[in-house]
Nanobody, 123 residues
Framework: QVQLVESGGGLVQAGGSLRLSCAASGRTFRRYAMGWFRQAPGKEREFVAAISWSGGSTYYADSVKGRFTISRDNTKNTGYLQMNSLKPEDTAAYYC????????????????WGQGTQVTVSS
């Protein structure tokens, strides 16, 4: 079992930065892939980024490539999403997810979820 708790969301101006954290409980997290998704009001939950258990492979949505960086520290059972050059269209609730393997960019392919943290980017 993996339990996930996100933090680090907030209000930021366009062009600013935020770093989200995802604290995991359970020894299996360090052997699980981790991902970040986001969901804006009235929209489906969409893939943002993912990282393999070792950190050796990363995946990004085209919309955030070059601006966001996913990372993890398995010694701390924590994952991160560094978000730079934020845009108003990045406004959403951001969710941390985990799964035994990276298996795709659809939310239903991921088994464990956090409760979400709100990111609001003002123009």
């Amino acid at each position: 079992q993996v339990q996930l708790v996100e933090s680090g969301g907030g209000l930021v101006q366009a062009g600013g930065s935020l770093r989200l954290s995802c604290a995991a409980s359970g020894r299996t997290f360090r052997r699980y892939a981790m991902g970040w998704f986001r969901q804006a009001p009235g929209k489906e939950r969409e893939f943002v980024a993912a990282i393999s258990w070792s950190g050796g492979s990363t995946y990004y949505a085209d919309s955030v490539k070059g601006r966001f960086t996913i990372s993890r520290d398995n010694t701390k059972n924590t994952g991160y999403l560094q978000m730079n050059s934020l845009k108003p269209e990045d406004t959403a609730a951001y969710y941390c997810a985990s799964n035994q393997y990276y298996s795709g960019t659809y939310y239903y392919q991921w088994g464990y979820w956090g409760q979400g943290t709100q990111v609001t980017v003002s123009s």
